[in-house]
């Protein structure tokens, strides 16, 4: 079996190409979605647990999955502790063998949980654009964390911007991640606050922005949707009702009748996502990622604007499948356990 670190996983997913992007590890995510949507039983629900000695507020959740051809489990654990020394969440995904129960490998959770949400986002703005551009004009990505950081490399890696505008609640913290893409990449950054008067116009002309940000307050404003241009906004930052991204007015407004919002999961959205609490949205007003990338849309998932949104809460299925499909893939050496 493998034992993949945070450090490895890094090192491999920064030297994966668009080939590779695109024919590796895209069709093991819509592989994920397939089976998913055939038998969402596979993925029950988790167990949240909080650590029970004094001065520990840590929650732990378990996370299991038996998919057909893969079974596992991830954990994650985070709290207090994590927060002040700037750990965030922290945890492993596990892959068994689905008949003997063998443990295949263990992968460290933080990098491929950002790096599969990244994936399902880049899916929507692949299918949309495909091949029929060599490189973005801008881009808009919200968010200065791991999430921010490989939702902005993907579309880079595989399509290339003039300009990408980070925006975060400070032009100073935007600056973090505008270094760590410069490591990777010689496209001209831009690092913005919220309040800067120049976010809606970034907004208004990019054709991809990245939501990445957990957010109480709409970082992406009504009026700043206001123009007739072809366009896909992802956002992954909202997880509890009262947390928004998207102006829930703009989806009440554009997400009815044969308009529909795209989501991974519809029942999870619904339950979690603010933009989708907030403003009413029934499922029907919704598509499945699944159905989406399968072409099985009823309607549309373009507003009369061009505008096509996605809303990512995460499935543990992505998880496994891309954790078994990275042990076969990383260069990592063998340990036995007697």
């Known amino acids: 079996m493998k034992i993949l670190s945070d450090k490895v996983i890094q090192k491999h997913l920064l030297a994966v190409n668009r080939r590779q992007a695109e024919n590796g590890y895209l069709p ?5 979605l397939a089976d998913y949507a055939a038998n969402p039983d596979v993925v029950p629900p988790r167990t949240v647990l909080t650590s029970n000695y004094p001065g520990c507020d840590t929650t732990h959740l378990f996370m299991p999955c038996a998919a057909l051809n893969s079974v596992g489990a991830k954990v994650m654990s985070g709290g207090t502790y994590n927060s002040q020394n700037g750990l965030g969440f922290q945890g492993f995904t596990g892959v068994v063998d689905p008949q003997s129960g063998q443990l ?11 790096f599969r949400t990244a994936l399902a ?15 973005f004009d801008s881009i808009v990505v919200f968010g200065t964390g791991p999430q921010a950081f490989w939702h902005a490399y993907l579309v880079l890696k595989v399509y290339g911007a003039d300009l990408v505008t980070v925006v975060s609640r400070t032009k100073e913290s935007a600056l973090k991640l505008c270094k760590e893409l410069q490591l990777h990449s010689d496209v001209k950054l831009e690092a913005l606050g919220f ?3 120049s976010v809606g116009d970034r907004i208004a002309s990019a054709p991809v922005v990245l939501g990445c940000v957990p957010s109480t307050e709409p970082t992406i404003k009504l009026e700043y949707l206001k123009t007739n241009t072809k366009k896909v906004i992802t956002l992954i930052g909202s997880y509890k ?5 998207l102006d829930p007015a703009f989806v009440e407004k554009n997400f009815r009748g044969k308009v529909k919002l795209i989501v991974d999961s519809k029942a999870h959205a619904l339950a979690e996502a603010g933009e989708l609490v907030q403003s009413n949205t029934k499922e029907e007003n919704l598509v ?18 061009g505008i096509t949104v996605a809303k990512i809460v995460g499935l543990l299925i992505m998880d496994i499948y891309m954790a078994e499909y990275m042990l076969d893939a990383v260069e990592a050496p063998s340990v036995e356990f007697d």
């Open 28 to 32: 093991v995510l819509e592989k994920a």
């Open 195 to 197: 309040s800067d008067e």
């Open 121 to 135: 986002s880049f899916s929507v703005v692949h299918r949309e654009f495909g091949d029929r551009l060599e490189k």
């Open 241 to 245: 009702p009262h947390m928004v991204e």
């Open 288 to 305: 499945s990622l699944n159905e989406y990338l399968s072409g099985k849309v009823e309607g549309t998932t373009q507003t009369e604007s």
């Open 104 to 114: 295949k490998g263990v992968v460290n959770a933080k990098t491929l949980t950002a």
